[in-house]
């Protein structure tokens, strides 16, 4: 299974990006994609899940409300639609895929990973 995540670039604070994250590649089901981001010496954290199964959506504290998850179950494709984006969103960001139901804010928890994309966001 491959992921492949495009849509960063840059923006001025309070504009918008949309990211997207296709998987492709042998028999797969979604059970759970989501968006991650690593700024420069920091961790990887947790931005935005999707649960396929019953559209539920996760969010970390920091997107709230200028953040949206959506997936296109048709396409197996997962979507980060970002306003109101600030200076400290800026990082690389990650999709990811797991077949199975697991904790969806872990990093540790997801078997497939996209190549990132990078979101720079000017004061």
């Known amino acids: 299974v491959q992921l492949q995540a495009s849509g960063g670039g840059l923006v001025q604070a309070g504009g918008s990006l949309r990211l997207s994250c296709a998987a492709s590649?042998?028999?797969?089901?979604?059970?759970?994609m989501a968006w991650f981001r690593q700024a420069p010496g920091k961790e990887r954290q947790f931005v935005a899940a999707?649960?396929?199964?019953?559209?539920?959506?996760y969010y970390a504290d920091s997107v709230k409300g200028r953040f949206t998850i959506s997936n296109d179950k048709t396409k197996n494709t997962v979507y980060l639609q970002m306003d109101n984006l600030k200076p400290e969103d800026t990082a690389v960001y990650y999709c990811?895929?797991?077949?199975?139901?697991?904790?969806?804010?872990?990093?540790?928890?997801?078997?497939?990973w996209g190549q990132g994309t990078q979101v720079t966001v000017s004061s």
């Open positions: 990811a895929a797991s077949s199975f139901r697991i904790p969806v804010r872990s990093n540790n928890a997801y078997r497939y």
């Open positions: 999707k649960n396929w199964p019953v559209d539920y959506t």
């Open positions: 590649g042998g028999i797969f089901s979604p059970y759970v």
